[in-house]
């Protein structure tokens, strides 16, 4: 059985099988990765997931552009599954572009209905912040994304072009 989990450095190994299953890049949706972080080594991992740990804490000093965020792994029997990330607010960047929750799901795990089940609670999690609504922003051919966003109650507003190219943008009503 899935749980969702705060980011841990005792599943360093589980993460890094995930990341090296996704290939080359930062294309992990809802791991929070930066080009910057060095999560090969047990330093640079600790303190990517300190980062993300600390990133809820409206009272912790954020880095420019950055948003209060909660971010959670989907785990099954210690493996890393997946993440997922829930933006407490919109900056512009992220209404244009990424809005309130991201996630990903290791192309080996994807199928089982790991990225509906996860989005269902973090909607769950952005109700009880107080958000009436949610913006999720999926790529436009991303069939799997679309499908899973539909499932939770998402209603498309349309396509448009962003700085990472177009996109499918909806909204669920919490």
Not at 6 to 18: I, K, Q, R, Y
Not at 104 to 119: D, E, F, H, N, Q
Request: charged share 25%; glycine share 12%; aromatic share 6%.
């Amino acid at each position: 059985m899935p749980e969702l989990i705060a980011p841990t450095v005792g599943l360093h190994a589980s993460w890094l099988e995930a990341h090296d299953e996704w290939g080359p890049g930062l294309h992990e949706d809802g791991f929070g990765l930066r080009s910057a972080d060095a999560v090969r080594s047990p330093d640079g991992f600790a303190a990517w997931v300190a980062r993300l740990v600390d990133r809820p804490d409206p009272e912790k000093p954020l880095d420019a552009g950055q948003v209060p965020c909660t971010y959670r792994w989907i785990v099954e029997d210690d493996r890393v599954l997946g993440g997922i990330a829930l933006r407490h607010e919109l900056n512009d960047y992220l209404l244009r572009v990424a809005g309130h929750i991201g996630y990903g799901i290791r192309p080996s795990a994807r199928g089982r209905g790991l990225a509906t089940w996860a989005l269902g609670r973090m909607l769950v999690q952005a109700r009880a912040l107080g958000l009436d609504r949610v913006l999720i922003v999926c790529e436009v051919d991303n069939i799997g994304s679309t499908k899973t966003i539909e499932r939770c109650g998402g209603v498309l507003e349309g396509i448009r072009d962003t700085e990472l190219g177009p996109a499918r943008r909806y909204w669920i009503t919490l």
